[in-house]
């Protein structure tokens, strides 16, 4: 089989200056922190500062998750990445007949404004960003984190930090979605809308390949699926009667990074050219941050091992430094043990060692774009863009990402593409080291960390405690007015802070919008 990229397209083993014929280095490349803005989007990137280190956590009760917190912020993380249980982000309540198994196991339980108060309890939310990786309910988690810091005495133009909000690719590859496509798209404007007048320094949605990425999709197909999806959050923020440079600056995007790390870096630099063309030229955005495509990247957690898991240790140093290699804005590493279980907390500190010897100790923060120039990276990345316009452009002939994903386009290319990719693992022709060759007669044994499933039981207690003491009529007459905004025109955030506030639950609002949005029931 000869040589090929993840994207399918013909890899070389020697590059040169035929590969670059046609390629204009102005157009092209320009300078870094100037259009298109393939070298990076600022001009002196990580040699004035690093990227962010981020840590990606989150499990049982919130005041267990405080804890962690708390010891990466010890460590050295700059900004906090919260993960939420799975009735978390469908919309439930712990005590929901829906929600028996699942609290606590994947992320961190949040019910109520009480919770929110212990995941945050001693941390100054004025000093850190924090990034929340909740999407169909979103909005709630933000206005929960909205009354937690006034509670602090932080004023809201204070808070930074960011919120998924990227539903459409739950339609996609994921599958924690709530509402129908529409309706979420209408809740994702209110929230642009009531960000730009609340939270100016939030960034109200990160756009998110990297979901994809994990169910199969090629590097080309991350890049194109994630873009489509961020026109139509353009498009629906643009009906919803904001001007593009009113929320563009705000959008992020999130990226998985693979151990693939020249086509990697190919890939973030063909996205950041792409969206620049695109909100340009197609929305006409003028600002510069407008066209900036900032992004946020986390390691491939599909291709770690649970087979000598210590190996991860050596692919997430590799992925991290494609990542940084390709200009992120900010980084998660995951722990070497994730695909046994929950990091421990020595498993934890090690991801974050990774990004510090990355920056700290070796020579890749000197200079700004390190591969520029390169035939091989400047030839990759034209292969990706091209690839990746071809299924931008497949999308749009489909009536674009709603439509396409309503048709099953994007979620059908995804699996052919992880289906391919197994069968080359289970051939051999794809080297997975401990996996299908490498392997050690018999496994070390490991001790995980695992969640005590007594949570269910506390935060059941808890939620009866809350509903017993809470004004009850003040609560009925505040998600009766959620239901009378979901059914008009106005902003669903304002009366649902108003709700949460009186200390109504996450799934008790998420009730009231879907009595009114109904539920989305898949094709297939």
């Not at 990227?166 to 996609?172: N, Q, R, T």
């Not at 498009?235 to 440079?245: C, H, N, R, Y």
């Not at 007669?441 to 059941?460: C, G, M, N, W």
Request: some cysteine; charged content about 20%.
């Amino acid at each position: 089989m000869s040589a090929q990229t993840e994207s399918g397209t013909p890899f070389k083993a020697v590059y040169g200056p035929e590969d670059l014929a046609d390629f204009d280095p102005d157009l092209a490349l320009g300078e870094p922190g100037h259009y298109p803005y393939t070298r990076g989007i600022h001009e002196s990137m990580y040699t004035a500062r690093p990227w962010t280190m981020r840590q990606y956590a989150g499990f049982g009760t919130a005041t267990e998750s405080n804890a962690r917190y708390r010891q990466l912020i010890a460590q050295g993380t700059a900004g906090l990445s919260v993960a939420f249980d799975l009735p978390t982000q469908m919309g439930y309540d712990s005590d929901a007949p829906i929600a028996a198994g699942e609290v606590g196991k994947v992320g961190v339980a949040i019910d109520s404004i009480e919770d929110m108060r212990e995941l945050f309890a001693g941390i100054p939310l004025a000093e850190v960003s924090t990034s929340m990786t909740i999407n169909a309910p979103a909005a709630v988690l933000l206005l929960l984190y909205q009354l937690v810091a006034e509670e602090q005495g932080v004023p809201p133009a204070k808070l930074s930090g960011t919120i998924q909000n990227d539903v459409l690719k739950e339609y996609i590859a994921r599958g924690t979605y709530i509402f129908p496509p529409t309706a979420s798209l209408r809740l994702v404007g209110d929230t642009f809308g009531y960000c730009r007048d609340h939270l100016p320094r939030w960034n109200t949605i990160s756009i998110s390949g990297y979901h994809m990425a994990e169910a199969g999709a090629t590097p080309a197909q991350e890049i194109a699926f994630t873009l489509t999806n961020g026109i139509a959050y353009v498009e629906a923020a643009l009906a919803a009667g904001l001007a593009v440079d009113d929320f563009a600056p705000r959008l992020s995007f999130f990226f998985v990074s693979r151990t693939t790390l020249l086509e990697e870096v190919a890939k973030f630099r063909a996205a950041r050219r792409i969206w620049a063309q695109l909100m340009r030229d197609h929305f006409g955005a003028r600002q510069e941050k407008s066209m900036m495509l900032r992004f946020h990247c986390q390691t491939a957690g599909v291709q770690l091992t649970a087979q000598q898991p210590e190996v991860n240790l050596v692919r997430v140093a590799v992925q991290a430094l494609a990542a940084v290699l390709g200009g992120t804005q900010s980084l998660h590493t995951n722990s070497f043990d994730e695909a046994i279980a929950l990091p421990t907390p020595k498993a934890a500190r090690l991801a974050l060692r990774t990004q510090q010897v990355l920056a700290y100790e070796t020579d890749v923060t000197k200079t700004v774009d390190p591969f520029a120039g390169s035939y091989a990276i400047e030839s990759l990345t034209n292969d990706v863009e091209a690839e990746s316009r071809r299924l931008m452009e497949a999308v749009a002939e489909r009536g674009g990402a709603v439509a396409a994903i309503e048709q099953g386009f994007q979620k059908t290319e995804i699996e052919r593409a992880a289906y391919q990719l197994a069968r080359q693992i289970d051939a051999g022709e794809r080297v997975v080291v401990g996996v299908n060759r490498f392997r050690l007669d018999k496994e070390a044994s490991y001790e995980p960390l695992q969640v005590d499933p007594a949570i269910e039981v506390t935060q059941a207690t808890r939620l009866a405690e809350l509903r017993a003491s809470r004004d009850q009529v003040a609560v009925d007459v505040a998600l009766e007015e959620i239901r009378a905004a979901a059914r008009g025109t106005g902003n669903v955030l304002v009366p649902i802070k108003e709700a949460l506030r009186l200390r109504t639950t996450v799934g008790e609002v998420c009730d009231a919008l879907r009595d009114v949005w109904g539920v989305y029931k898949p094709r297939t």
